[in-house]
């Protein structure tokens, strides 16, 4: 089933006054570092510290009661963790979460703090989707992937929603949208959520050297994976001290979204 900026448009009704609308923030020194306008969308500043809560929330809002009777099961390191935990919360279900056992200790005490239960596994050894999706076919709990799934997609898409009303009201025109991938959850949702606005805007994905499977598959025109452990080490999608210069972008405005 395709997602839509229809789709984006009925999860920023959904999440209207659950998530934060986060600013865009401008800095001048780094504008004159970039050779254009530069908005930062700073998603450190949602709820549970992640842009995941939106995704993760215009799923479980969807629950039937029936199926917020049996709960969800979901597998992360930490981000979709914490925004599934929440989420339930709110919605009055039980999470139960599948996590690394060298799962960062904040976000494991993040999650608990929330409520959900965590079932740990080796992610050396162990695959977490199977554990999870037996979890869910004993259980009956509703399965909450992190991004292959359209109310998670439409979810994070109110991201770039966001950031095309807020730079239209600043009398901005995006021309082109920096955005962190992962398994693309964020990256497709901001896309169809921005040209809502700016249609003609262009969405760059950004990920780390060595673990680019994003752009090899779509050059190779199927799913490739990671090289286990990745090379060289995995460095920051966008540090913004290392923004080229002259930079290639329009020299007008571009957004980053980032978590």
């Given at each position: ?161 966001e950031i095309g009303r807020q730079a239209a ?91």
């Amino acid at each position: 089933m395709a997602v839509t900026g229809a789709d984006v448009e009925a999860a920023a009704d959904l999440l209207a006054g659950k998530a934060v609308v986060t600013p865009l923030l401008t800095n001048a020194a780094l504008d004159a570092v970039v050779g254009a306008r530069v908005l930062l969308k700073p998603e450190v500043l949602q709820r549970t510290g992640s842009f995941k809560f939106r995704g993760a929330y215009n799923r479980l809002g969807r629950l039937t009661a029936e199926e917020r009777a049996r709960g969800v099961v979901a597998w992360s390191s930490g981000n979709h963790a914490q925004g599934v935990a929440e989420a339930a919360r709110l919605v009055g279900t039980k999470a139960t979460i599948v996590m690394p056992a060298d799962a960062p200790a904040i976000k494991v005490a993040g999650t608990r703090a929330l409520g959900a239960e965590i079932v740990f596994y080796d992610r050396y050894t162990e695959d977490r989707e199977v554990i999870g999706r037996e979890l869910s076919a004993r259980t009956g709990a509703v399965l909450v992937p992190s991004y292959d799934d359209v109310h998670i997609i439409a979810g994070q898409g109110t991201v770039g929603l966001e950031i095309g009303r807020q730079a239209a009201a600043l009398g901005l025109t995006v021309d082109a949208c920096l955005v962190n991938c992962s398994g693309g959850g964020l990256a497709t949702g901001t896309a169809l959520g921005l040209k809502q606005t700016f249609p003609g805007a262009r969405v760059h994905t950004a990920e780390p050297e060595g673990f680019d499977d994003m752009a090899r598959s779509l050059a190779a025109g199927e799913r490739l994976a990671n090289a286990p452990g990745g090379s060289p080490p995995a460095t920051p999608c966008c540090p913004p001290a290392r923004a080229p210069s002259p930079s290639p972008w329009p020299r007008s405005c571009w957004a980053p979204a980032w978590w």
